[in-house]
Nanobody, 122 residues
């Protein structure tokens, strides 16, 4: 699976951005699609995960209530809607996929897309 991410940019605190990730082929129903992020000097961390087959979702605590992950089977696309953005959300965001397990760490990811920069000005 090849992943292509888009949608990053510069936004003021309190604003919104929408990230999209298109998979080159249709993910298996066993796949988990995810967004990770990495800030300078920090480890890459999971932001949100969606179960491609069942639609179950997971979020890291810091984005709960502000971010929403969704999938579009017809477009092989995963979207991350980010609202009420904060300066601490500034990072490079990566689309990711794991074949059979919920990828709460980067070591559990099988496929990576390229990063897209999100910058939130305070």
């Amino acid at each position: 699976v090849q992943l292509q991410a888009s949608g990053g940019g510069l936004v003021q605190a309190g604003g919104s951005l929408r990230l999209s990730c298109v998979a080159s082929g249709r993910p298996s129903t066993s796949y988990y699609m995810a967004w990770f992020r990495q800030s300078p000097g920090k480890e890459r961390e999971f932001v949100s995960i969606i179960d491609w087959g069942g639609g179950n979702t997971w979020y890291t605590d810091s984005v709960k209530g502000r971010f929403t992950i969704s999938r579009d089977g017809a477009k092989n696309m995963v979207t991350l809607q980010m609202n009420t953005l904060k300066a601490e959300d500034t990072a490079v965001y990566y689309c990711a996929a794991a074949r059979t397990q919920v990828p709460r760490s980067s070591a559990q990811v099988d496929f990576w897309g390229q990063g897209t920069q999100v910058t939130v000005s305070s």
